[in-house]
């Protein structure tokens, strides 16, 4: 079987595709890339979410990379995404694996590849990966079998993020928020740091449950409606939900919106600039809405823009001092932290920004809203054949070669990096795209009205036959 690593790591269903030979082949091939770069002497972090048999997914990989002479840094329980992130830089690793299927339902397992630099891995290192994975390597002769340290990050992670954010204006502000880890490897962690800020805080779903209850660790409102609830119940402040690995946030406000990653994203860059006074270019990718434009622009920085895939914003993080980078799907970063998405650091930001503006979210939102003007932003997802995906890959093709118009309006700008971004005079735009992590093609559309984002989608169904 081919593996293949799309948009965030190799993810396949447990048993058919996620074997532990199969893991063992990626496990290989990554200890092969780590001595080829001349990180092994370093060492690697293997974690794990709550997926069932996860931690002996790890197990497995561990061995493999032990007897590659790889010295190995393991959890005594599940860990976060973005905190093995932190744990490279902390403990100075060659790099992290994790066993991890994100948010994808409960019958997937995954691997992310996170390199020295503490983001998710770029397409050349992946690439890299994949075609080690075909040629077999075996261990340099005459390594000797590694050492296995304990990985125990999480008093200095908390360190951390008690640095990045206003403690003390979050505990003077009294706010009481529900956390919803989902079952997944986040519990613990946010919670934790919240009561440190003082936050009264409450938890639902913060045991470990391979099923996820049922459904898949995704923070979208249809999975969103427990916090919700308890929000109402409690009469808390937020509801602030993670994903199975903890690296993406979902947010619901007390008055009970659910405030989508677009929202926080602007709501943040906006925060950033006004309140803390930050100076950096802002980063998004295609896919993210133009708002965050809008406001940097406001405050005279620049956007940026990449393809889909949090590894592009990690790497403008890196390399160009973006003071923010965040995506339509919910992961974000911001300046002093690793270049990774992380929904514990997102959640506590959402929660200074309640707390510095009034005790609501929402208001704060009006109030970007009313300076920088209604956006809608809606994504619809199509499951295709593979005979219409190449239908539809050749009418793309012809969309970014020539397209003139769309729905009675002018094109002014046709965006290929990613699919194909169609960006019209009014300042609408639609973008459509083959997902890396799902069989759908995403189509994604944003103008000034609900009316008008529901004809532009209407028209790309008919004209692509979805
Ligand atoms: O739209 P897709 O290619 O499925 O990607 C959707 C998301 O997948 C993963 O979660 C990645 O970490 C994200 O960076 C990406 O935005």
Redesign the pocket.
Known sequence: MRIKF????WRGVIARDFTFANVERVAAAIAAYLSEKSQAARGAIVGFDNRFLADKFAEAVAEVLLRWGIPVYFPERSVPTPVVAFGIRHYQTGGAVVITA??NPPEYCGIKFIPEYAG?ALPDVTERIESLIESPPSPPAGVGRALRHPFRPQEDYFAHLLRLVEGDKIARASLKVVVDPMFGAGIGYLEEVLRRCGVSVVTIHDWRDPLFGGDLPDPVPSRLGELAAKVKETGAHLGLALDGDA??LGVITGEGHFVTPNQVLSLLCYHLLSYRGWRGPVAR?V?TTHLVDRIASAFGVATKETP????Y?GKLLREEGCLCAG?????LSIRGHVPE?DGILAGLLVVEMTAVHGGSLWRLWEEVREKFGEVVSQRRDYRTSAEDKERILRVLASWAESREELAGQKVVERITMDGVKLVLADGSWVLV??????P?F?VYVEASTEEKVDRLHETVKAELGL
Not at 6 to 9: I, N, P, V
Not at 327 to 331: F, N
Request: neutral net charge; glycine residues 20%; hydrophobic residues 20%.
């Open positions: 799309g948009t965030d790591g994100s948010h998710p690296d993406r990718t896919a889909v895939g949090f590894k914003l995506e339509e799907s919910g992961g998405k795209r083959a997902s890396g992590t799902e759908v995403r």
